[in-house]
């Protein structure tokens, strides 16, 4: 079964974050992804650009599209992962290991895990 695990913390906290303690963070995230590889589990996966680089398009009237994100939370959606794990206990694992390198570095934030509709991940190993 496919899993999104989708990435929230603070944007301003990551950014504020000094380059040796980012670096930090990003070499334990390596490891974990490499694991996850070598498992079998690890799809795509992207670091996403600042949420004032997102555009919105609502879901109401014209569908008007407008400059930002407009988030109303604390956490915005930094990341994803596509995982191709066994069971959802699987993936919540997966979600632990990856959210460890950033809880050492003080950032809270969360993983959403969400099994995904598509079965197979063919179209992304082309």
Known sequence: ML???LAYHDQDKVAALADDELDKVMAGLD???KDLAAEGKLGPFARL???SAATTVRFEGKMPVIDGPF???KEQ????YVLDCAT???AIDAARRLAGPRAAAGLPGCFEVRPLLSP???M???
């Open 49 to 51: 650009r600042p949420t």
């Open 77 to 80: 959606l930094l990341g994803f």
């Open 31 to 33: 490891a974990v992804k």
């Open 120 to 122: 197979s991940l063919e």
């Open 88 to 90: 959802l206990e699987d």
């Open 3 to 5: 899993y999104m695990l």
């Open 124 to 126: 992304c190993r082309a």
């Open 71 to 73: 988030a109303e939370t």
